[in-house]
């Protein structure tokens, strides 16, 4: 694996092998040794062309507990309204010494067209591009759906992954669709029908317009976050009513399985699509996934720079 | 003396025969012509009408690093074209007599084919003022097309009040069909691909209802409209419906779309980003047969330059547009001929004949004595494999580099002036003729 672009581009080993991967980590490093050499003396840079603070800061802090050198390289807005081209701003950072680049894009395809155009050497891990993918997003996702069904370890079937929002603007619906599906499980996507892509009929998920009907039988419920520029355009009425047909109020909250988990990639809306009673309840895995996020990012990061075996407790590699 | 003589040279009913040009114009057919200044002996190969193109970007004045008006009708020449149509949207906008003067002037001092500037509709291409149709009509460039290609003229009113105004000077509009609250910041055909990769989608429906729209405004004022680059199925059938109404309408399709389709941006190489966009495998096959059937009257290139640095960079942020001119014939040929779809009397029609009928451009379209010497020759059995830093344009974005395709052009002749032999320009070019020029 040279980048990490697509989860459309990983099989379910590759996947399981990154899950396996930031376990192994998580154990190392949950000892006395919190950070590991093996990344010392590479460089990762950060190339953030959108507002991403905590993708930016989880990337950050896993390449620092590997030891590498981290370069954060933030440019809000397009290339071409900063004035220099994605290819030069990718080249200049790569002369400084980059080993791999981690970009966020708002614009989809952008971390293909960084790896794939022949502009640069360095890996590239896509950190969220436009609409498209959230790779790292999805594979934190599926740790943490696995830590809490140990049945499951490499194989989902049986699972029931109810995604809830805005699924047509959405990299995470993207890459987790993609990624469940994969791994065996089911998926709903849940959502007014002006929020769901066209074609959405062709993808492996089932879909429905009522999170009331399916609640009850997921065992995993990801509310996606209503971006802010979606509440004037008219996909929803107001947030009132989108809050009360796909938020995940006191009601169905008490209607979820128990042993099912509510998952969020965060930042959340507290009160539009959760309530706090919903994101603070026992059932709420989103502080844990923040945390994973550091683990799979560390593992993605280990694998890409050519990591061959994962230093056990105590030995220096 | 006979200016050029070409020798052997095969008609569309597959007789051979010699053509005797003088004066820029065809003198004689038959066989066994003899005595001239310059003899060329074509072989055998295809002679054809040099084709019309009624949707060209040539750039100037204003964006000359991409094309120039001599750059663009050297394409054009290679490509077999002896007539071409510059499109309004130049910096400044053709949209005044001045300005389409200056197109036109560039067009006869590049001399290697006619260069028939398109007016805008409104000033600045902006839709909200009517531009001087009738200034640009009357000007020496004599526009009797306007279109504010790349954009479209949205408002009814405006398209009405358009299409009833240019009756007098017997004007056309190219309506470029895009309702633009349906696409706003689209990037690529709506469907399946774009769900997939995550760019926002162009749906059908934003070209067809302006489609039908304009299709029942040309007949309520009974006008001509012209509907530039077709490209969905849906677009097609109401195209042929209006046809079966009598309403004055017609269509164009362009290589691009008869034969690409939208799944070719899963790579996100910008080189495919094209307004209209590519669409899907059925919408292809229905522009096909509505060529085939005449319910699209014309191809048209909607050749359109840009220079590197606006394709080589993320898919949102590139121009859209592909260039055309000189891949244009061995597209419609591997889309429409290698598929039995047509033979190459339509191809003559819709690529020369139909084209300077729609827009008045009488020395072009025909193969007769006594009309001007505007003809190409064509090797309908050579291949030959695209290499976008062999072209004229002074752009390279070609979405068909590196594919092998049928038919080359071998010779162009504008007003009897070899302006290509053996696929190369000559350096040749017309120096005018005030017996030749087209009024």
């Known amino acids: ?317 | 003396m006979t200016q050029v003589l070409i020798k052997n040279a095969r008609m569309l009913d597959d007789h051979i025969v010699d053509i005797a040009i003088t004066d820029g114009r065809i003198y004689e057919i038959g066989s066994d012509l003899t005595g001239a200044y310059e003899v060329v002996d074509v072989a055998k190969k295809l002679v054809l009408p040099g084709f019309v193109d009624l949707h060209t970007h040539l750039r100037a004045p204003g964006k000359e690093n991409s094309e120039t008006v001599l750059s663009g009708s050297q394409a054009a020449a290679r490509g077999g074209y002896t007539a071409l149509s510059a499109m309004a949207n130049t910096s400044p906008v053709a949209d005044t007599a001045g300005v389409v003067e200056q197109v036109a002037r560039l067009g006869r001092e590049a001399g290697i084919c006619d260069v028939f500037p398109i007016g805008a509709v409104t000033v600045g291409l902006k839709g909200e003022v009517m531009a001087e149709m009738s200034a640009m009509a009357q000007s020496a460039a004599k526009v009797r097309i306007f279109s504010d290609d790349g954009n479209c003229v949205s408002d009814p009113l405006m398209m009405r009040r358009a299409l009833e105004y240019v009756k007098s000077f017997d004007g056309i509009i190219a309506q470029h069909a895009q309702e633009p609250a349906l696409t706003r910041d689209s990037q690529m055909n709506e469907g399946v691909v774009s769900s997939k990769l995550g760019l926002k989608g162009w749906p059908s429906i934003a070209e067809e209802s302006i489609i039908a729209r304009d299709i029942l405004i040309a007949h309520y004022v009974g006008s001509r409209l012209h509907i530039c680059h077709l490209t969905t199925a849906g677009g097609v059938e109401l195209v042929r419906w209006a046809k079966s109404q009598g309403i004055k309408v017609t269509a164009e399709v362009t290589p691009h779309h008869l034969l690409l389709t939208d799944t070719l941006a899963e790579s996100y190489d910008a080189v495919y980003k094209v307004n209209p966009p590519l669409r899907t495998q059925s919408d292809v096959l229905a522009l096909r047969t509505g060529l085939a059937d005449g319910t699209i009257d014309i191809v048209a290139t909607d050749h359109a330059p840009h220079p590197i640095e606006d394709k080589e960079c993320e898919w949102n942020a590139a121009a859209f547009g592909m260039l055309g001119l000189e891949t244009a014939l061995s597209v419609v040929v591997e889309s429409m001929i290698s598929t039995k779809l047509m033979d190459w009397a339509r191809l003559s029609s819709v690529m020369s004949t139909t084209p300077a009928q729609i827009a008045g451009y009488t020395e072009h379209g025909r193969l007769a004595v006594g009309g001007a010497a505007n003809l190409t020759i064509i090797d309908p059995d050579s291949r030959w494999s695209v290499d976008r830093s062999k072209s004229s344009s002074r752009s390279v974005n070609t979405p068909f580099h590196g594919m092998e395709l049928p038919a080359t052009v071998v010779h162009t002749f504008f007003n009897g002036v070899h302006v290509v032999n053996n696929g190369q320009i000559t350096g040749n070019r017309y120096e005018g003729n005030s017996k030749v020029r087209s009024e």
């Open chain 1, 1 to 317: 694996m040279k980048n990490l672009l697509s989860i459309q581009d990983l099989d379910s080993a590759s996947i399981v092998e990154i899950l396996n991967t930031a376990r192994e980590l998580a154990r190392i490093t949950d000892g006395p040794m919190k950070k590991l050499p093996t990344l010392r003396g590479r460089t990762v840079v950060n190339l953030f062309f959108e507002d991403s603070t905590r993708t930016r800061l989880s990337f950050e802090a896993a390449a620092k507990r590997l030891s590498a050198d981290v370069i954060s390289f933030s440019a809000k807005g397009s290339s071409v309204s900063k004035g220099e081209s994605l290819k030069d701003t990718a080249q200049t950072l790569e002369a400084m010494g980059a080993d791999l680049i981690v970009i966020r894009h708002s614009a989809s395809g952008a971390a293909k067209r960084l790896a794939e155009s022949g502009w640069i050497q360095s890996a590239v891990v896509n950190a969220g591009d436009g609409m498209h993918e959230h790779p790292t997003q999805a594979l934190l996702d599926a740790y943490t759906i696995r830590a809490h069904f140990p049945d499951h370890e490499n194989d989902f079937s049986g699972l029931h992954v109810g995604i809830v929002g805005d699924i047509l603007h959405s990299r995470v619906a993207r890459s987790n669709v993609i990624l469940l599906n994969k791994l065996g499980a089911t998926v709903t996507l849940i959502a007014p029908p002006t929020l769901l892509p066209i074609g959405v009929s062709q993808w492996p998920v089932q879909v429905s317009h009522s999170l009331d009907e399916v609640i009850g039988t997921l065992d995993a419920v990801m509310m996606l976050r209503i971006q802010s520029e979606r509440m004037n355009d008219s996909f929803f009425p107001s947030e009132r009513e989108y809050s009360r047909d796909f938020g995940l109020g006191a009601q169905r909250l008490a209607a979820l399985k128990k042993e099912a988990i509510i998952m969020h990639p965060g930042p959340m809306n507290r009160g539009l699509e959760i309530s706090a009673a919903s994101a603070d309840s026992p059932q709420s895995v989103i502080l844990e996934q923040v945390a994973n996020g550091i683990l799979v990012r560390m593992a993605v990061l280990y694998l890409l720079l050519g990591g061959t075996r994962i230093p056990t407790e105590g030995v220096l590699v």
